[in-house]
């Protein structure tokens, strides 16, 4: 039986000799943990076909599935930060930009761009969440008010997809300026009786929420999104009160009255274009 017994102990195949299937075939769900091809994900909008799970996606994406056939022209594509408080954290924020603009392919944490939407004409301005944490600096408080201006100018309807952590640390003062600048030229496009759609998504939190996310003449989620102010660890003992059982999700908020409604995200292109429809 000697063709039977490993001659030698141990398996020797050399690492690049091993036959694997290559990276970006299969995606696994993070919460149901199941596996699907890569292609069918993307077919389903990048949610997991069995629990529904959305997946977090950036602009490069929302663009894709809502401009038709992909064809949209970026607006202010080439606004990058400053450093106006000279900031230092563990690294210099110019140096952290810089990192994260060669890491991520994009100028900061918001991309803006107008097209056709099922031949509709409308403005998009969707978050990047990898951009420092979707943090709102002065380049994405400029670039929605510029979004806004040209809606204003050319009197089409206002998509904002807002996908954040909040204010940006490295530029303080600064950064919470832009709350008030966005509102104010929301209340111009209000005023002009152009609509705005806010589309938050997975997660809303901080001074975006307490802006122009919460600004629209419709306030929409995708399911299951974290949508918040403080994390619930603030509020907790802030109140010194245990948090209600699915305290800060998209249904919760719904239910309390501060959404209109949820859209999967196979349904958003044509759901915002039956919206806007009736709207104008
Ligand atoms: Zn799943």
């Known amino acids: 039986m ?58 490069e994406i929302y663009f894709e599935l809502l401009f038709d056939d992909n064809k949209f022209t970026e607006l202010d594509a080439n606004l990058t930060s400053g450093d106006p408080l000279k900031f230092v954290d563990t690294k210099a924020y110019p140096d952290r930009v810089k990192a994260t603009i060669q890491k ?9 761009g107008y097209g056709k939407m099922n031949d509709l004409d409308i403005v998009i301005a969707c978050m990047d969440f990898s951009f420092i944490g979707g943090s709102m600096g002065s380049v994405v408080g400029e670039k929605i008010a510029r979004a806004i201006n040209y809606a204003l100018k050319k009197k089409i309807p206002f998509l904002m997809i807002s996908k954040s952590g909040g204010a940006r640390m490295m530029e303080a003062g600064f950064s919470l300026m832009q709350m008030a600048k966005t509102s104010a030229r929301l209340a111009l496009l209000s005023e002009a009786k152009l609509p705005y759609i806010s589309l938050l998504t997975d997660p809303t939190t901080g001074g975006v929420t307490a802006s122009y996310a919460m600004l629209g003449d419709f306030n929409i989620s995708e399911p299951e999104a974290l949508i918040g102010f403080a994390g619930p660890r603030v509020i907790r003992e802030t109140i010194g009160k245990d948090l209600p059982k699915g305290f800060q999700s998209a249904e919760f908020v719904l239910e309390h009255g501060f959404l209109d409604f949820i859209v999967d995200r196979k349904d958003l292109k044509d759901k915002l274009t039956s919206l806007l429809t009736m709207l104008s």
Not at 33 to 54: F, S
Not at 104 to 112: C, E, H, I, S
């Open 2 to 59: 000697s063709w039977f017994i490993r001659k030698e102990k141990g398996i020797n195949t050399p690492t690049e000799m091993k036959r694997e299937a290559p990276d970006g075939l299969w995606y696994q769900c993070p919460q149901c943990k199941k596996i699907t091809p890569t292609r069918e994900h993307k077919l389903n909008a990048y949610t997991c076909p069995h629990c529904n799970y959305h997946d977090k996606v950036g602009s």
């Open 104 to 112: 991520t392919g994009l100028k900061d944490a918001v991309r803006t």
